[in-house]
T-cell receptor
Framework: NAGVMQNPRHLVRRRGQEARLRCSPM?????VYWYRQLPEEGLKFMVY????????ESGMPKERFSAEFPKEGPSILRIQQVVRGDSAAYFC?????????????FGPGTRLTVT | AQSVTQLDSQVPVFEEAPVELRCNYS??????LFWYVQYPNQGLQLLLK??????LVKGINGFEAEFNKSQTSFHLRKPSVHISDTAEYFC???????????????FGQGTILTVHP
């Protein structure tokens, strides 16, 4: 049973480019969460999605960041016009049914470097 | 709103010695509590969780933690550490079921445990 998969594992972008991070949840999980880990900091919640719905995006920066979880395919976190401050590790987690949302399984993360 | 404070950013210890990693939390609602471990360049792995019931919870790899509601603490302990326990440890809190913060994990800043031979 494959765990949460994220790709790419490492991503380098120049300032102003777009970054697209992908997350495939565990089989049978329909809830996805994105967290960001800045250097020397813990993980910060960004967004919670179910299939085709954004449930809670209270942790997302107001501009340049967007997330989706389509009916088919992985969840995508998109960062437009990246800046150096976006350099971080981005982790995706998934959970089973809504009654067990606290039970989150994390992927290996995507480490974004903006040059 | 919830917050988590991990009181030690780094904890060095010798192999086979006991260790305690401290975590305090703040919340106006009932909470669930978690400890995760992160090895270099890897994702987070759940060590243990407290949802309700017995305040002493046992997790994987010989770790345990005790929930103390009056002191709002959830300290992680292991009686005898191994070199392989060297990693970063994160304490996290989520609102309990039924609340608006249910399922939204708030993490502490992490404690780097280094086990020396």
């Amino acid at each position: 049973n494959a765990g949460v998969m994220q790709n790419p594992r490492h991503l380098v972008r120049r300032r102003g480019q777009e970054a697209r991070l992908r997350c495939s949840p565990m089989k049978g999980h329909s809830h996805v969460y994105w967290y960001r880990q800045l250097p020397e900091e813990g993980l910060k919640f960004m967004v919670y999605l179910q299939k085709e719905n954004i449930i809670d995006e209270s942790g997302m920066p107001k501009e340049r960041f967007s997330a989706e979880f389509p009916k088919e395919g992985p969840s995508i976190l998109r960062i437009q016009q990246v800046v150096r401050g976006d350099s971080a590790a981005y982790f995706c987690a998934s959970s089973p049914e809504v009654e067990r949302r606290y039970e989150q399984y994390f992927g290996p993360g995507t480490r974004l470097t903006v040059t | 709103a919830q917050s988590v404070t991990q009181l030690d950013s780094q904890v060095p210890v010798f192999e086979e010695a006991p260790v305690e990693l401290r975590c305090n939390y703040s919340s106006s609602v009932s909470v669930y509590l978690f400890w995760y471990v992160q090895y270099p360049n890897q994702g987070l792995q759940l060590l243990l969780k407290y949802l309700s019931g017995s305040t002493l919870v046992k997790g994987i790899n010989g770790f345990e933690a005790e929930f103390n509601k009056s002191q709002t603490s959830f300290h992680l302990r292991k009686p005898s550490v191994h070199i392989s326990d060297t990693a970063e440890y994160f304490c996290a809190v989520s609102g309990a079921a039924g609340g608006t913060s249910y399922g939204k994990l708030t993490f502490g800043q992490g404690t780097i445990l280094t086990v020396h031979p």
